[in-house]
């Protein structure tokens, strides 16, 4: 009978020691990854697999392939967030933070504007991209509660957070991917007002010129904004709970792969043959949310930039059908005059590949399959 106590008991401490040790070698593995970074290309590769190791239950954010247009209309095409992807973390993490960091020490007034009686929303902002990264990826963020810090693994810096922190807009904005913009109701216009923005990747626009401004001037280049939309994304917002958080995505065409565009692209010079390899497809994925205590709207944007030549056929499709559906006014505010035959022959080529390969490979097999019977 002892024995078999003792026996008992033993198994028990077995089953403990294994328990223990697994996990502590799982922590040691992630924290490893964070310590030992040599090189910027090893960096980017430790960035992906180490937040496949830590979250094995949450997938990595995946941008969705480009697909057909599912409708004529113009609309807000908003869809329910998956809050664990709030934020994103990725490959390109390094080479952004270096342009983003460039651009707050060299054009600081054109990537970041905060209005005054904005401090309250931009500190309740920092508390969440904080608490956000730090809990999502803490691979690469740690927070230090009684310095008042976070340490950034991947950039080895840090950074004050909290009440001891001067610029929250711009510690948010160089330790996540995201650009960030706070927006308020005006009580007595009913519109929402952009009051605070780290904007460091804007598609074709001009922060200076549009802070302190409501969603009507926002949109005004936007063709049939105010008729269309205007009304429908002010109800929306009224609406939006920190419960409610939904993404939309857009699509622009670039002759260039710049981050940074503060206005409409040029033509390119008419010396200057445009061809595939010059266009990049730029996509923005824009995440809502209400902020708790201050109440304002927060409207992230993450700009993901694609060579067109990149794209498969399937999603040479979904392109050809997006930009095809815009109308005559729709095409030319996103500049198809400068880069739309150019695009329409590349993907109409890419697709007629496809075909073709398709073809080939059933022709041969019906063939095979002839040869045998
Ligand atoms: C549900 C909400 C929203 C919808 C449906 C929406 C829709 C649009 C659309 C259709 C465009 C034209 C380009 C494109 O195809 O995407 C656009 C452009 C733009 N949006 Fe929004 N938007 C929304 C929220 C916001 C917010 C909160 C801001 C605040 C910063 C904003 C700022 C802009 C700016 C600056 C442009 C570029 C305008 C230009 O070309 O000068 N949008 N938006």
């Excluded at 328990?19 to 970074?37: G, L, V």
Aim: with cysteine; glycine share 4%; aromatic share 8%.
């Amino acid at each position: 009978m002892a024995t078999d106590v003792f026996a008992a008991l033993l198994l028990v401490i077995a089953i403990i020691v294994i328990y223990i040790t697994k996990y502590n070698s799982q922590q040691w593995k992630i924290f490893s990854n964070c310590h030992t970074i040599p090189s910027t290309k090893q960096r980017q590769t430790t960035v992906v697999e180490s937040t496949g190791l830590v979250h094995t239950t949450l997938k990595p954010f995946q941008l969705p392939t480009l697909k057909p247009r599912t409708s004529s209309h113009m609309a807000m095409g908003l869809k329910r967030l998956e809050e664990s992807n709030w934020l994103t973390i990725d490959k390109g993490y390094h080479s952004e933070h270096v342009l983003r960091a460039y651009m707050l020490e060299n054009a600081r007034p054109d990537v970041l504007q905060c209005l005054p009686n904005t401090e309250a929303a931009c500190h309740e902002v920092l508390d969440l991209v904080t608490s956000f990264l730090s809990k999502r990826f803490p691979e690469c963020f740690t927070i230090n509660h009684s310095t008042s810090t976070i340490f950034n693994h991947l950039t080895k810096e840090s950074h004050l957070i909290g009440a001891q922190c001067s610029n929250p807009m711009e510690v948010a904005a160089r330790l996540a991917m995201e650009d960030f913009n706070i927006l308020v109701k005006d009580p007595q216009s009913g519109e929402y007002t952009l009051m605070a923005s780290a904007t460091l990747f804007p598609a074709g626009w001009q922060l200076q010129e549009r802070i302190g401004t409501s969603m009507a001037n926002l949109h005004s280049p936007v063709p049939r904004w105010q008729e269309k939309l205007g009304s429908a994304v002010n109800r929306y917002f009224d609406h939006l709970s920190p419960r409610t958080c939904m993404e939309r995505y857009n699509l622009f065409i670039q002759t260039t792969n710049e981050l940074f565009q503060d206005g409409p692209e040029a033509p390119p010079p008419l010396a200057v043959l445009l061809t595939a390899e010059n266009i990049t497809v730029r996509r923005e994925r824009q995440t809502f949310t209400r902020l708790e205590q201050s109440g304002g709207v927060l409207f992230t944007v993450r700009t993901y930039m694609q060579p067109l030549i990149e794209l498969g056929a399937e999603e040479s499709e979904g392109l050809l059908s997006q930009i095809r559906g815009w109308d005559g006014e729709m095409q030319r505010y996103k500049g198809w005059d400068h880069w739309g035959t150019v695009v329409e022959q590349w993907c109409e080529r890419q697709i007629s590949q496809q075909r073709k390969d398709l073809y080939i490979v059933e022709d041969a097999t019906l063939r095979e399959r002839k040869l045998s019977v």
